[in-house]
């Protein structure tokens, strides 16, 4: 005769608190959506700052202003990059078709130049025909923001208030945005011609590097410029 064995439960063993069963602990889902929520709105905020970067870099807003302003680039000893003097050809045409009285040159110098941007730019216009009197240097700052406000300090005490802003197509959102903040009631005719449109690639990289450069002025109200770039 054989003895029966006991029955073996193989249920898992339900948790139990002062007699009561526990639920079974629940993995953390809500920390897995804010992760995926914080990347999906990063990822729009980088994606549609990228895409006005470049829709604003195809528009040209040409129109009646007190001045031009030209945002430097490196200048070596005395003559200006190529970057600048597309720029500054860029303005001169502005400035010949009678938008403005004036163009006003920016940019500062860097340690054991003997120019400034803002005077190697002068020198390059009047040299080719622009009077001399209608060329303003505004030789302070070292990037785009100090050079913009101290375009808008000199406006003030001059008693004019709106601007053309001429610099590269992918920094013209930027540039804008700084100028308008700055106190000027600016807008941008961006450059067609020059090394920085030359290629797809060169374009890219603009693209992306402004992208960032704005989005770093969003968040801090400070300049991310390089002057190595070449770019204001």
Do not use: C, K
Request: hydrophobic share 40%; no cysteine; glycine share 8%.
């Amino acid at each position: 005769m054989t003895t029966a064995r006991p029955a073996v439960d193989d249920a898992p063993t339900i948790p139990m608190h002062d007699g009561y069963p526990q639920p079974p602990r629940r993995r953390p889902h809500w920390m897995w959506r804010l992760v995926v929520g914080a990347l999906l709105v990063a990822a729009l905020l980088v994606g549609g700052t990228a895409f006005r970067v470049w829709q604003v870099a195809r528009v040209d807003q040409r129109q009646p202003a007190d001045a031009v302003i030209v945002l430097g680039a490196a200048q070596y000893d005395g003559e200006p990059s190529s970057i600048f003097a597309y720029r500054l050809r860029h303005a001169e045409a502005l400035y010949d078709d009678g938008l403005a009285p004036r163009i006003v040159t920016t940019g500062g110098n860097r340690v054991g130049d003997a120019y400034t941007e803002a005077e190697a730019g002068r020198r390059y216009l009047i040299e080719r025909g622009v009077p001399p009197e209608d060329v303003i240097a505004v030789e302070e700052g070292a990037d785009t923001l100090l050079s913009l406000q101290a375009v808008a300090a000199r406006a003030e005490q001059d008693g004019w208030h709106s601007a053309l802003v001429v610099s590269d197509p992918w920094h013209s959102l930027r540039a804008r945005i700084m100028a308008r903040d700055s106190g000027l009631e600016a807008w941008t005719s961006p450059t067609r011609s020059g090394p920085v449109v030359q290629t797809r690639e060169t374009q890219l990289r603009y693209i992306v590097r402004e992208t960032a450069a704005l989005l770093y002025y969003r968040l801090t109200n400070a300049s991310a410029d390089t002057r190595s770039t070449g770019l204001g």
